[in-house]
């Protein structure tokens, strides 16, 4: 019911297409255990309405964090495993983890908005949205 509400709003909001989840997305979805409850379920969902590309949202279109949450999982018994830092304990806002991608992207493509995009995996548009958000600037 929630994730139709949100679907819907963000639809309405952005202008997408997106129906719904596939059921492979569907139960990465409901096996996550959503530690930040609401607010990261709607952060999620919005997110997936703008970087989806098609109508439906699959297992990969989705966040890798909720991806790997059932691999981790799976993965925790297994004694051998090398433990990856992380993420957290570089003490960095999610705007600024997003900002030096955006930084990086556009370095890598020199300035080349297009390529840019294409190396985050997003729409021009979408780029050039979220340049405007940190005020980043292609130097010309």
């Given at each position: 019911a929630l994730l139709e509400r949100f679907l819907a709003r963000y639809r309405q909001e952005r202008g997408t297409r997106i129906t719904g989840l596939t059921p492979a997305a569907m139960q990465v979805v409901e096996t996550y255990p959503w530690p930040g409850n609401i607010r990261e379920f709607q952060n999620m969902v919005?997110?997936?309405?703008?970087?989806?590309?098609?109508?439906?949202?699959?297992?990969?279109?989705?966040?890798?964090?909720?991806?790997?949450?059932?691999?981790?999982?799976?993965?925790a018994d297994q004694s051998n495993q090398a433990e990856r830092p992380s993420l957290l304990s570089y003490g960095l806002s999610v705007g600024e983890v997003e900002k030096a991608?955006?930084?990086?992207?556009?370095a890598k493509a020199r300035g080349n908005v297009s390529e840019a995009a294409r190396l985050l995996k997003v729409t021009r548009n979408t780029l050039r949205y979220r340049m405007g958000k940190y005020n980043l600037k292609v130097s010309e």
């Open positions: 919005e997110w997936v309405t703008i970087t989806c590309k098609g109508d439906q949202v699959d297992a990969d279109d989705l966040p890798v964090y909720l991806r790997s949450a059932r691999s981790v999982a799976n993965d991608m955006l930084q990086e992207a556009l």
